[in-house]
């Protein structure tokens, strides 16, 4: 059976919705797909009842992004309550932040001589979180750059010249947003530059798992980040990051070696966690 724990969706800015993505993981072998929208869980029901259709398990997920002093890091959260309503608050108030600095940067880049307009990135996005990806693709339409990652490198990737920050989350508060709705929080793709250093203190917050199977990581990351895993007690998942098409990591859904042996304390910690009575005192809620 192949595992897949990381995938998007027109939900957010994948390029499938989530009905087309299961029957697609489905076709490939994948019995268990987790989706993982950025920012939003509005792909999570149609994907789990296409998934009782397909035979395909599905779980629950979100990916957070967070600011940090490198640059960004993502948050999973697997099996969160997505019913919760004050996790629906924030999730939407964490989108209309992506509103917002999607805007600026096509300020920044009508500034820079490579224009778009915001129009044509909120049509990308089709009613989904907004996000850079979505102005890369703007930008690739418009002839201003060749693909997606050209955009990062030139305008919009981390410092660029139209680069613009979100609301902000520290991968702290990500981590109590993640655990108060039940769920169990697992830093995505460490190999993006989170430092050991940075994992041990996000250990002490809370984390729950580390993202050790990634197409982006080298197999002496995988064996680095499997070792951190063991000696800090951490769970391990993995999963492509499926976007769809050539984005992202552009590999095919279900196609990243994800051992099944990780299933099993995945199971048992969800069921160890329960949600919270409150919410997280944050001052994105209290607003
Ligand atoms: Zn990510
Ligand atoms: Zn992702």
Known sequence: MRIDLHTHTLASDGLMDAATLVAEAGSRGVGLLAV???????GVDEAVAAGKKAGVEVWP????????DAGEAHVLGYFVDH???????LLGRLREGRAD???RMVGRLTALGVPVTYERVATLAAGGAIGRLHVARALVEA??????????????????????????????QAIEIIRA?????VLAHPGWGTGDEMIRDLV??????????????SPSQVEQYRGLAERLGLL????????????????PVGSQYVPESIVAPMREAAARRHPQATPPALELLAR
């Open 204 to 217: 002490e917050a809370g984390l729950d798992g580390l993202e050790i199977y990634y197409p982006d990581h």
């Open 83 to 89: 019913r919760r309503n004050w996790l629906q608050v």
């Open 181 to 185: 709705s039940g769920g169990l929080a």
């Open 101 to 103: 600095r999607a805007a």
């Open 36 to 42: 993982s929208d950025h920012d939003t869980t509005a």
């Open 143 to 172: 002839g201003h750059v060749r693909h997606t990652a050209e955009a990062f490198d030139r305008f919009i990737g981390h410092g660029g010249p139209a680069y613009a920050e979100r609301v902000k989350l520290t991968p702290v």
């Open 61 to 68: 997920a979100v990916e957070l992004s967070c600011d940090v």
């Open 236 to 251: 391990m998942t993995g999963g492509t990051d499926f976007h769809g098409g050539s984005m992202a990591t552009r590999v």
